[in-house]
T-cell receptor, first 111, second 115 residues
């Protein structure tokens, strides 16, 4: 069965600094997608970034980028120039025949 | 375009009661998935409906059921509520594309408290 593991329950970063959130997954499928979702205190889950497994190039979205290591089954999220609005719970997710979510990393941004 | 709408936002029930939660997907989306979110367990997948049919199901007891209507709106029902059912229930809609290419868009959730 597919599993998604986020080993960092909590992380903190100084405003304007860079932080990396870790995610590993386990799967036997060859075709899948990986996602990072953000859940601010208001609770609405928002898609941050998406990576197709067949693409070697790492996805980027403005200040957000991923480091996708398919062989290692690792999918980390890097947030550059952290802002106060980045404070949220971040979930890593795997999509194959269905979605699987990690347990989340709570990110605190320190002014 | 309106987002995913979940109603109600908050519910308080007592043990043994049943509850129905509603989810209206983004216009044009045919797939609706339901998740249970608790602090200790994270997001647990309940089930997915596509074109009025249950397409995938998670490992939840039969007390948890759902359905989808012809307009893609979905309802989730929990019967014989237990204290452990207290959670945030999230609904996500997507186009329902075959395979792994879908993006799920989430509603704000329904906070259920069972007393």
């Amino acid at each position: 069965a597919q599993t998604v593991t986020q080993s960092q329950p909590e992380m903190s970063v100084q405003e304007a600094e860079t932080v990396t959130l870790s995610c590993t997954y386990d799967t036997s499928e060859s075709d899948y997608y990986l996602f990072w979702y953000k859940q601010p205190p208001s609770r609405q889950m928002i898609l941050v970034i998406r990576q197709e497994a067949y693409k070697q190039q790492n996805a980027t979205e403005n200040r957000f980028s991923v480091n996708f290591q398919k062989a290692a089954k690792s999918f980390s999220l890097k947030i550059s120039d952290s802002q106060l609005g980045d404070a949220a719970m971040y979930f890593c997710a795997y999509s194959g025949n269905q979605f699987y979510f990690g347990t989340g990393t709570s990110l605190t941004v320190i002014p | 375009k309106a987002g995913v709408t979940q109603t109600p936002r908050y519910l308080i029930k007592t043990r043994g009661q049943q509850v129905t939660l509603s989810c209206s997907p983004i216009s044009g989306h045919r797939s609706v998935s339901w998740y249970q979110q608790t602090p200790g367990q994270g997001l647990q997948f309940l089930f997915e409906y596509f074109s009025e049919t249950q397409r995938n199901k998670g490992n939840f007891p039969g007390r948890f059921s759902g359905r989808q209507f012809s307009n893609s709106r979905s309802e989730m029902n929990v019967s014989t509520l237990e204290l452990g059912d207290s959670a945030l229930y999230l609904c996500a809609s997507s186009l329902g594309l075959v395979g792994a290419t879908d993006i799920q868009y989430f509603g704000a959730g329904t906070r259920l408290s069972v007393l």
